[in-house]
């Protein structure tokens, strides 16, 4: 009898022990199932291939639709608007999946403005999010579709003219120039005009070439013709494009251009105190900034002898060469250094040292030149450098009827 029981209570406790087994393994694969779909329908930002949708025309129609401009909320987010919308978690998955490779959603920017377009019910069908003046990220309720529309942009001449009050860019913006006109002008008459000690009343008479969408000027493409008044003087610069010569040119058909990147967009001057981009904290500039894309050649400003090419962790590559006993010139943050550029070669004028990078402690591509006299860095405007070539005696004729065409003066 004693043994039976011990045989029937084993036998109770094998039962239990398997049924609990049993309730806690299935209890654990479902809480596994579960954790699982909880964390599928939050959006996540991974990189998903692009989906190609054949695009539907979507036209509004005041009848039927209902459309509400909005701003973007300090606090909002991708997920929060598709929610204060009413829209479905599955659809924000699938809406999300299609365009984080190509939209950061994390970075929707406090103001920026979005529409949203209703029906008759009030049922959210469509909204436009305008990522920048040229992209606009379209969503499809309805389809469950994204994509980023690229919107048409005119390029046509436009002219601008008036005085200067206070800084240049908020004088040209008074006039109605895009934000990116000034560099551009600074950049053509850097060497000319000293853009820190405008005066009031000094002039600017600007042709160029404007980047408009839907009607709205968003944006420049090159200057065509230039006349700036400072201090009484004019200062001018034509664009000149004929067979193997291009470039700004001055009235007397002097060329504009010292180097060291041809084309490259000055972006930042000499200054005592700037914003540091990458440190974020305030320190002197003791160069000038160009910028141009990544791999564009940088040009020795004068011959001379290489003293230095290699890389620094603030600099990056960098090349310093040596133009006499007291003056020498320094080229930062290139990608890389030319191969036949080495401690002791002697260079040419304008000869190829390097390329555009965005090495050493850098926010995006651009050069750095910087200048050295009797071991003090100075501001590189304070020196004349050899200038590009100018215009020709057989292209002469040709740029005399192009300043007519603007200014209809001749000296």
């Known amino acids: ?5 011990i045989i029937t209570t084993f036998a109770v406790l094998f039962v239990g022990c398997a049924a609990i087994y049993v309730f806690f393994a299935f209890e ?13 329908d939050y959006p996540q930002a991974i990189d998903f291939p692009e989906i190609a949708i054949p695009e ?29 919308m009413r829209i479905e978690r599955d659809k924000i998955n699938q809406i ?35 990522i920048d003046e040229y992209n606009r990220l379209r969503l499809d309720f309805e389809r469950v579709t994204a994509r980023v529309i690229e919107l048409p942009i005119e390029v046509k001449e436009g002219h601008i003219q008036g005085d200067i009050y206070g800084s240049l860019i908020g004088s040209l913006s008074n006039a109605g120039a895009p934000e990116d006109l000034a ?4 950049t053509l008459f850097a060497w000319e005009i000293d853009f820190k000690h405008l005066l009031a009343g000094d002039q600017f008479d600007i042709y160029y070439q404007q980047k408009l969408v839907n009607e709205k ?27 193997s010569v291009s470039g700004y040119f001055d009235q007397k058909g002097r060329n504009l251009s010292h180097g060291p990147v041809k084309g490259a967009i000055v972006t930042s001057l000499f200054s005592r105190r700037r914003l540091h981009p990458v440190r974020r904290t305030y320190r002197a500039h003791k160069g000038m900034d160009f910028m141009a894309d990544e791999g564009t050649p940088v ?19 960098y090349v310093k060469i040596e133009h006499s006993d007291d ?70 004729m040709a740029f005399t009827e192009l300043k007519q065409r603007y200014f209809q003066v001749n000296i």
Not at 1 to 5: E, G, I, L, T, V
Not at 56 to 84: A, C, H, T
Not at 218 to 243: P, W
Not at 354 to 365: A, D, E, H, I, Q
Request: hydrophobic residues 35%; charged residues 25%; contains cysteine.
């Open 1 to 5: 009898m004693q043994r039976k029981f």
């Open 28 to 40: 654990e694969g479902n809480t596994e199932r579960i954790f699982q779909r909880v964390t599928f």
């Open 56 to 84: 539907i025309p979507f036209k509004l129609n005041s009848d039927s639709l209902k459309v509400v401009e909005k701003r973007i909320k300090y606090g909002d987010s991708f997920y929060r608007i598709m929610q204060s």
């Open 96 to 130: 999300n999946r299609q365009i984080s490779v190509k939209v950061d959603l994390a970075n929707f920017q406090k103001g920026a403005p979005y529409t949203v377009y209703y029906d008759l019910k009030g049922e959210p069908i469509k909204m436009d999010y305008t």
């Open 183 to 186: 560099d551009k002008i600074i």
């Open 217 to 243: 000027v968003v944006g420049s493409e090159n200057i065509l013709a230039a006349r700036l008044v400072h201090n009484g003087q004019d200062h001018y610069a034509y664009y000149f494009e004929k067979d």
């Open 299 to 317: 040009l020795a400003m004068n011959e001379g002898k290489v003293v230095a090419a290699r890389y620094h962790y603030g600099n990056g590559n």
């Open 327 to 396: 003056l020498m010139t320094q080229y930062l943050h290139l990608s890389k250094i030319d191969s036949t550029i080495k401690e002791g070669a002697r260079v040419r004028v304008q000869q190829v040292i390097g390329y555009v990078g965005n090495t050493g402690l850098s926010s995006g591509p651009h050069l750095c030149l910087r200048v050295w006299d009797k071991g003090t860095q100075r501001d590189p405007l304070d020196y004349d450098f050899p200038r590009f070539p100018g215009i020709g005696e057989q292209d002469a």
